[in-house]
């Protein structure tokens, strides 16, 4: 079983910067993929962004240009850098793990973490 924790959320205002971070609890797979969701109250859990294990990544329209993924794979460690933070950001935002490919469909996805929140503030 793996699980993940994520750290790294809280109070920020409109423009600011965060970064996420996400530990897997151990290195199960040869090749798995990482992402990072986020939802909202009362909205469906959306995709934001994932990377392959090689580093290929795939960023959500609605971030592209402010937040990037990266990855330390020896670390089993996945980071969101989220820059120019905008009020509709604020969600919480779940970590999640899947062998294979990056997809962006969370139904794909087989390990989620507990989530952390991010509010920001305008």
């Known amino acids: 079983q793996v699980q993940l924790v994520e750290s790294g959320g809280g109070l920020v205002q409109a423009g600011g910067s965060l970064r996420l971070s996400c530990a897997a609890s151990?290195?199960?797979?040869?090749?798995?993929?990482m992402g990072w969701f986020r939802q909202a109250p009362g909205k469906e859990r959306d995709f934001v962004a994932a990377?392959?294990?090689?580093?290929?990544?795939n960023h959500a329209l609605s971030v592209k240009g402010r937040f990037t993924i990266s990855r330390d794979n020896a670390k089993n460690m996945v980071y969101l850098q989220m820059n120019s933070l905008k009020p509709e950001d604020t969600a919480v935002y779940y970590c999640?793990?899947?062998?294979?490919?990056?997809?962006?469909?969370?139904?794909?996805?087989?390990?989620w973490g507990q989530g952390t929140q991010v509010t920001v503030s305008s």
């Open positions: 151990r290195r199960t797979f040869s090749n798995y993929a």
């Open positions: 990377i392959s294990w090689t580093g290929s990544t």
């Open positions: 999640a793990l899947k062998r294979g490919p990056v997809v962006t469909a969370r139904n794909l996805y087989e390990y």
